[in-house]
């Protein structure tokens, strides 16, 4: 099956913890374009509708994305490539600082994007900046609208607090993407951001609500929640050693995906709670790989396959 992913790419300037003595590092980042690359690292068939500059840092990441086997489908060229400073803490947390315009074009070549003549998505992904950030965002969700009658839809919000102006205005942007969904996921210091002293179930409900199938909730080291509208669940996350956090949620996110590839909304909306716990088992354990080495690094299937069977050992449970 093929995958669309919809959204920015960035150069993440990661700076080690003050006293380090570490040089800054570069990585290719941006939140669509890593869900796009744990996808090709995952060996699935995926296009990033993106945009990127002629500039050594666009260079950087169309190589690093092109190296997975991501097709690269630009929607206009920026003056220069996006990019995010990115603060580590003590515990290898971050926090971002950005430079970042989106203003992706959808004429007529990038509502087919790669793909052969005919041939639609069978799954769009969006989110992050470029779902809720003018004038990008309209035409993110026109071509997210446009595919979905033949494609399944699932959406992060990855929210960026700096980027997302006024809060009431936000929350009703991501609801937006959220109603579009079939599959949304979320972290709980998105939640919080978006609904301050609202817990994740009751969140998760309200966009059920909306219309999802399914709400997954990551919460770093205390694992994740799954809710669908008969089922609850939550899996632990395995322990790791943390170098830096970047790219987590989006490896989450691929793996996700990957597990789910196929499935109509019917099947989404039927999965029961044996289901869910092997996809945030599945997807828990890609994140741990990717937190235990520098920058967002997702696994390969040989090595998801392999961190599952180590947590399994580690823990003496399923994983």
Known sequence: ?????????????????????????????????????????????????????????????????????????????????????????????????????????????????????????????????????????????????RLRAGATVSYDPNVRPDLMGDRTDAVRRVERCVALADLVKASDEDLAWLYPGEGPHTVAARWLALGPAVVLVTRGAAGSLALTRRETVTADAPRVSVVDTVGAGDSFMSAVLDTLAGQDRAALGGLGAADLAGLLRRAGAAAAVTVSRAGAQPPDRAELDAARQEFAVTSGREW
């Open 1 to 145: 099956m093929s995958f669309l992913v919809i959204g920015e790419c960035v150069a993440d300037i990661v700076r080690a913890p003050a006293g380090s003595g570490a040089p800054d590092r570069v990585h290719p980042g941006g939140s669509p374009a890593n869900v796009a690359y744990g996808l090709g690292r995952l060996g699935r068939d995926v296009t990033l509708l993106t945009q990127l500059a002629e500039d050594p840092a666009g260079r950087l990441i169309a190589d690093h994305l092109k190296g997975a086997g991501v097709r690269v489908e630009i929607g206009g060229v920026p003056a220069r490539t996006p990019s995010a400073v990115v603060g580590l803490d003590a515990h290898g947390q971050a926090a971002y600082t950005f430079d970042i315009t989106w203003t992706l074009e959808a004429g007529p070549a990038p509502l087919d994007p790669g793909f052969t003549p005919g041939i639609t998505p069978a799954h769009v992904h969006i989110g992050s900046i470029a779902a809720v950030t003018e004038p990008g965002s309209t035409a993110v969700l026109a071509v997210t609208e």
